[in-house]
């Protein structure tokens, strides 16, 4: 013990690391906006690069038409979900109520969550943030979807369905 000290001795721990344990979970409000600023900062660019990649790089380019599925597999109303060789992106072929078809992607044009038909509406719904399409055209009807739903173009041959890129207007 030092003899001209007042302070009391400490033990070896606390000479090596002299951090005051108060200090060293104290987090000023200056580093937490700055956390908050960097995570949103990080999730808008996220958001952005995912809406950005889907109009930019679109994934699937069907040559010539695909077959999806025979029509006996789908009954009015019903949805058929399918993939097209070459492509991850999720579709979705619907038989509409009144009897013709329709097919689109089912990745939601907003944030890319996935998207059902609701037959009792005749319309499409994102449940993520309540975002909702016209099942014949595929447009926005509510909801903070920016972008129609991308659209096959369905081919029916006899008793099999099959889809094909839609003609540029
Ligand atoms: S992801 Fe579909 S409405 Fe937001």
């Given at each position: 013990m030092n003899p001209n000290s007042t302070l009391p001795e400490k033990s070896a721990p606390e000479v090596d690391f002299p951090i005051e344990r108060v200090e060293a979970e104290h987090v000023s409000r200056r580093e937490f906006t700055k956390f908050l600023c960097l995570v949103s900062g990080g999730m808008a660019v996220g958001s952005g690069w995912v809406a950005a990649k889907d109009r930019l790089f679109p994934e699937h380019r069907i040559q010539g038409e695909a077959l999806v599925c025979?029509?006996?597999?789908?009954?009015?109303g019903g949805t058929y979900p399918f993939s097209v060789p070459g492509s991850k992106t999720p579709f979705m072929l619907i038989h509409l109520n009144d009897g013709s078809w329709r097919a689109y992607e089912?990745?939601?044009?907003?944030?890319s969550c996935a998207v059902f038909y609701d037959p009792q509406t005749d319309k499409i719904q994102c449940p993520c943030h309540n975002g909702w399409f016209d099942a014949r055209t595929g447009i926005v009807l509510q909801g903070p979807p920016p972008r129609p739903l991308p659209r096959l173009e369905v081919v029916i041959k006899g008793e099999e369905v099959y889809v094909t890129e839609t003609k540029p207007a």
């Open positions: 025979d029509t006996s597999a789908v009954p009015l089912q990745k939601c044009t907003h944030l």
